[in-house]
């Protein structure tokens, strides 16, 4: 039986440790930053401001002391956003067990390095053989109701995956075990830099139509750069690139969707990070992304027009007009 460290008690760590809970875990501890939501996860068994509608099962428990939530630990989870893992390793990284599954729930690229999120696990001190990512279309409120969701469980060591798709298998959650950390984390960051745009689409008034472009579009950008850093296309097509890019870009519950709806009716990006909202990972990675596929030769004008929005440089009525009025070409390229 499963006991795991969940470190980050947002709003997919909070899932996340309902669904480990449901797959017959033995204890989870939760990791928070602040007292407040511990004490609550820990004394009323709810996480006052994530999800707080799910009321916790009793092995789920909190504590703001890493050397506390990591104490006996056969499974530890990182799930805390993308740009703050790194420090948060280095400042939590003693305390963690040095021969258990890492599972990485974060989709996002590190700004400055270019580093995939295994990656920055891997440069805190973690074995690559140990890092396992969990990524697929698993909008958390959705799951929170134990809504059916497949995922996809990526380890580059098979047994370790498969040692936590066993974990957190549950008749609402069916994971589905992968080798392709690429691919599969490649996925996982670029859809929302692509739900973005979507939502910006929508704000703007646009339709179906022009959704479903954007959405293709989008996976044609994430293939390429996949292709350029050695991702299996057959991933990408898969939950934790197609499954992933339709949840995202499609459902209203979408953070990244949300940030980009504002922005098409005419938010500024500063009036909307004002508004205090959770993890949009997209807003940060858009620029890591477009990095990371310059750095290959990789064309992503749709991941390359959203960063211009986010840095205020272009409206995006105009980057609609850039977008639609570049060379024609083959579908293929
Ligand atoms: N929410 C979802 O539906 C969902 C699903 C799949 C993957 N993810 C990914 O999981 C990761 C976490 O997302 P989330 O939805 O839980 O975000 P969230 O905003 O709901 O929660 C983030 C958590 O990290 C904490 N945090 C913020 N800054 C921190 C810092 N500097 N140091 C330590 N902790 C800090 C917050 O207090 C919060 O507990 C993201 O990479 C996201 O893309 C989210
Ligand atoms: O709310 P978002 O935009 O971070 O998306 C959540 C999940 O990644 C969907 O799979």
């Known amino acids: ?170 008749p609402y959650f069916r994971p589905y075990t992968q080798t392709d950390v690429v691919g599969a984390e490649l996925g996982g960051a670029v859809k929302n830099v692509i739900a973005l745009a979507v939502g910006m689409a929508e704000g703007l008034g646009y339709g179906d139509n022009t959704k479903s472009s954007l959405i293709t579009r989008g996976l044609a950008e994430t293939a390429r750069l996949g292709q350029a850093l050695g991702a299996d296309p057959a991933t990408l097509m898969g939950l934790a690139g197609v499954g992933d890019l339709i949840a995202t870009c499609m459902s209203p519950l979408s953070r990244n969707h949300r940030v980009g709806v504002a922005l098409g009716q005419g938010q500024s990006i500063e009036q909307v990070l004002a508004v205090p909202h959770q993890t949009a990972e997209g807003v940060k990675s858009c620029r890591s992304v477009v990095e990371l596929g310059a750095s290959q030769d990789v064309e992503m004008p749709i991941c390359q027009g959203v960063t211009a929005v986010v840095a205020g440089q272009i409206t995006p009525e105009r980057l609609t007009g850039e977008l639609m009025t570049r060379a024609r070409k083959h579908e293929r390229h």
């Open 1 to 170: 039986m499963t006991r795991a460290a969940i470190f980050g008690a947002g709003s997919w760590g909070t899932a996340f440790a309902q669904i480990l809970a449901d797959a017959g875990a033995e204890r989870v501890v939760l990791w928070a930053r602040r007292p407040e939501i511990a004490d609550g996860i820990r004394d009323r068994r709810r996480n006052p401001d994530y999800l707080p509608e799910i009321e916790l099962d009793p092995v789920v428990t909190a504590t703001t002391d890493p050397a506390e939530a990591a104490a006996g630990a056969d499974l530890v989870v990182l799930a805390v956003p993308s740009q703050t893992v790194r420090a948060n390793l280095a400042e939590w990284g003693g305390h963690l067990p040095t021969d258990v599954p890492v599972v990485s729930l974060m989709k996002g690229i590190e700004l400055g390095t270019g580093l995939r999120m295994s990656q920055v696990v891997e440069d805190g001190g973690v074995a690559a053989e140990r890092i396992v990512v969990v990524t697929g279309p698993n909008l958390s409120r959705e799951i929170a109701a134990r809504q059916p969701a497949a995922s996809v469980v990526a380890g580059a060591d098979h047994a370790a995956a498969d040692r936590v798709a066993a974990a957190c298998m549950t």
